[in-house]
């Protein structure tokens, strides 16, 4: 048991947590209500789905549901207490980059909507997809200011003069 608690510990130190990626604290509670809210409208429109007779919305309407779950366990572990598993899986998930949980949640959200494009799916979905697009919106970073892109486009410019009097001094 001790050295299972030991090998998270090591792999922790590796890979940076979301804290120093630059994610203020307001927007990564902002990033984990909207999975929660999503995950909500999963289990929603996912239970709903499933009441049909069509095969493929019964599927979609399953994954929806496989989503909700995902979700809850990723950005709030406290909801599912009753797994033994829930803390390590949300441990884990938080040592991914933003780009990483961006992709893997905008893609849990596809699935379904590929599956069977209904306005169920894609109303339940929505707010899953959006909290895979506030996490690549973090992943991209803060923007620049206007003083810092001006002093790299001179810099440009220059560079681009002085590289074009050496052409011409070379040819002379």
């Known amino acids: 048991m001790s050295s299972s608690g030991g090998a998270p510990g090591a792999s922790a130190s590796s890979a940076p947590p979301a804290q120093e990626e630059g994610m203020t604290w307001w927007y990564r509670w902002l990033c984990r209500l909207s999975g929660v809210l999503g995950a909500v409208s999963c289990a929603i429109s996912g239970l709903f789905n499933c009441i049909t007779i069509h095969p493929l919305n019964i599927a979609a309407g399953v994954w929806m549901i496989m989503n909700a779950f995902i979700l809850l366990l990723c950005e709030a572990p406290f909801c599912c207490q009753f797994i033994e598993f829930a803390n390590t899986v949300a441990e884990k998930v938080d040592r991914l980059r933003s780009w990483q949980k ?25 707010i899953a997809f959006a909290t895979g697009v506030l996490y690549g919106l973090s992943a991209l970073g803060k923007k620049g200011d206007a003083i810092s892109y001006a002093r790299i486009q001179q810099q440009r410019q220059q560079a681009d003069e002085e590289k074009l009097a050496e052409t011409l001094e070379g040819e002379l």
């Open 102 to 126: 961006a992709v893997f949640y905008c893609g849990m959200a596809v699935v379904p909507i590929v599956i069977s494009l209904t306005l169920t799916t894609l109303l339940g979905n929505a």
